[in-house]
């Protein structure tokens, strides 16, 4: 089984900034794509950043120039900075990882949400 844990969230004000972080532990054999969603309220949850496991990263719109996800050497922690941070930013940010289990099944795990809040 797959854990993930997330940090950072937190109320920022307009233009500043955040770093999101998130482990991965558990059973498994490799991680491939690690990602970032977001969830506001009444609103659909949408990809914000994604990188894959060769290091191809792929950006909303609404994040691209404004957002970095990178990943440590290990490829079992993905981080999101998040600068020039906007009120419509806001939501709960979800980490999702998706790799190969430890009997060679795919998995595919969610975060249990990290809140962003920004406003003056």
């Known amino acids: 089984q797959v854990q993930l844990v997330e940090s950072g969230g937190g109320l920022v004000q307009p233009g500043g900034s955040l770093r999101l972080s998130c482990i991965t532990s558990?059973?498994?054999?490799?991680?491939?794509?690690m990602g970032w969603y977001r969830q506001a309220p009444g609103k659909q949850r949408e990809l914000v950043a994604l990188?894959?496991?060769?290091?191809?990263?792929n950006y909303a719109n609404s994040a691209k120039g404004r957002f970095t996800i990178s990943r440590d050497n290990s490829k079992t922690t993905v981080y999101l900075q998040m600068n020039s941070l906007k009120p419509e930013d806001t939501a709960v940010y979800y980490c999702?990882?998706?790799?190969?289990?430890?009997?060679?099944?795919?998995?595919?795990?969610w975060g249990q949400g990290t809140q962003v809040t920004v406003s003056s």
């Open positions: 990188i894959t496991g060769r290091g191809n990263t």
């Open positions: 999702n990882v998706a790799g190969i289990g430890p009997k060679f099944s795919r998995f595919d795990s």
């Open positions: 558990g059973s498994f054999n490799s991680i491939d794509d």
